[in-house]
């Protein structure tokens, strides 16, 4: 275990809310993951009360590292993508600090947590220098670490690439809403790549989401010039980096 012992995670989605143990040497969970349902309408206090709830049934009292679907400064959401937009600007580490029974709790965006992740135990656990990390799903989430030190808060997925936002040109959603097949789509997804990489020039770029389960349909018709791995953690990525940033008292 890390030398704080293990850490507590808990990844926030839309569609569910789950939590585990995770043993900070090897980035794997010490029990099987807990998923409650996200509630609807999925406000500040039915959300946070959701959290309560699990941290209760793994009978856990310790620190508690969450990631939102959000971008968070200083522990304070100030967008929300899949919860309620009530959200924004809710001071989220100190509204689960208190419904925790004013425990340390760090906040995070979900995407920055799965980046730490796949940098540490994932697919980038061997590569040295800047990593970016995409998550294709409804949008495009992101992440860049640099010698495993995050740069919070990016949002690569709202630039503009040849007059069109990259979610929206390149986001697996878009794949599945204009029925593509994967080398039209992969073609979108090399638009993305390419403008990104030659604004920051990653050593590697990791890609996430249900969509790099069929990665080997897709990366291999990538024609940007940056390898390109498909993440190792997939549904644990979330929760691995949370508890990660709350282990070292990562405030993004």
Known sequence: MSARGPAFGI???GSGVKGALVDLTTGDLVHDRI???TPHPSTPSAVAETVAKLVAQADWDGPVGITMPS???SGT????ANIDKSWIDTDAAKLFSLTLGGREVVVLNDADAAGMAEDRFGAARHVQGLVMLLTFGTGIGSALLYHGTLVPNTEFGHIEVKGKEAEHRAASSVKERKDLSYKQWAAE???VLVTLENLVWPDVIVAG????R???HWIPLLGNRTPVVAAHLRNTAGIVGAAMAVDSGLTP
């Not at 959401?77 to 929300?80: D, G």
């Open 209 to 212: 989401g249900g969509i790099s």
């Open 189 to 191: 997804v090399t638009k």
């Open 11 to 13: 990844d926030i989605g």
């Open 214 to 216: 069929d990665a080997e």
């Open 71 to 73: 971008v968070v400064v």
């Open 35 to 37: 998923k409650i349902a």
């Open 77 to 80: 959401v100030r967008t929300a």
